[in-house]
């Protein structure tokens, strides 16, 4: 394996990320309000908060899904509609037509279309970079199956092997982890160690508050506004998890703060 490509460099030490004083939601309905937030290069944040906090609309303004009512995102100091390429994307595995016929080295190469475009010919380096990232999440025996042929461990491997394959600057994740096996588990954590030790900006939308303590170096607690943006062992208090999930949420907490 030959490991992550280095993404492209930051402009003047900008953060990966930068936003600032996002606001957005849908129709009449209000469902972030006044987000500020910078990721840096080789940083992994986990945005975490209860349902209908945000986590998945702050994606979708960050991915360009979403067009936010108001405030600015910049990726590596550039406006990030102009960039876009530099964002890769992995959405939950229950939004994603499993039926299509693609095959799974067929979905990985999707990774290459912001580079290339969807009927654009793809370059030897493409084909490298597709090859060296299902290789990574372990389905080279598996390139040519079709993708409705998986495991839901599987489905989220290819999933990954399509968002690395990118070489972005920034990888958007929304909750990777929902019902996998363990060793799926496991690559996901190893490659996304690996991606921000490449200077990536890694942002993990996280269900679940089991693990977090040791995934990331900072966690986002979100609900509809931004409630604190800290190291884990801060983030991971009664009194924030309180403000974010309600009255007797504290008990989420460890004893003596995460381990």
């Given amino acids: 394996m030959s490991g992550p490509q280095p993404p492209p460099q ?23 309000r006044d987000v500020d937030l910078d990721v840096d290069a080789g ?16 994606l979708a303004c960050l991915v360009g899904l979403l067009r936010p009512r108001d405030g600015e995102i ?14 890769a994307y992995l959405p939950q595995r229950a939004e994603v037509d499993w039926e299509h016929p693609a095959q799974v080295r067929d979905v990985v190469t999707m990774g290459r279309y912001p580079h290339r ?23 080279t025996p598996l390139a040519r ?19 690395l394959a990118q070489q972005a600057s920034i990888l958007l994740l929304d909750e990777p982890y929902v019902g996998l096996d363990a060793a799926s588990t496991a690559i996901i ?13 890694v942002v993990v939308v996280n ?3 089991a693990g977090v303590a040791g995934r990331y170096e900072r966690l986002l607690v979100l609900n509809g506004r931004v409630i604190a943006t800290d190291t884990p062992a801060n983030a991971l208090t009664p009194s924030v998890l309180e403000a974010a999930y309600g009255r007797g949420a504290g008990f989420l907490a460890a004893p003596e703060g995460p381990e």
């Fill in 117 to 139: 475009g969807p009927i654009g010919r793809l370059r030897r380096e493409d084909h490298l970079a597709v090859e060296d990232a299902v290789e990574r999440v372990g389905m």
């Fill in 145 to 163: 199956t079709r993708i409705a042929e998986l495991s839901g461990g599987q489905q989220q491997r290819t999933l990954l092997a399509r968002t």
């Fill in 10 to 32: 930051t402009g003047s030490g900008a953060p990966r990320l930068q936003i600032r004083g996002l606001c957005a939601g849908y129709r009449d309905r209000v469902v972030l």
């Fill in 189 to 201: 954590d190893r490659e996304l160690a690996s991606a921000a030790r490449a200077g990536a900006a």
């Fill in 207 to 209: 269900h679940d508050l």
């Fill in 43 to 58: 940083e992994r944040l986990g945005v975490i908060g209860p349902n209908g906090a945000g986590k998945s609309t702050l």
């Fill in 74 to 87: 910049r990726v590596d100091g550039h406006p990030a509609g102009r960039v876009r390429g530099r964002i």
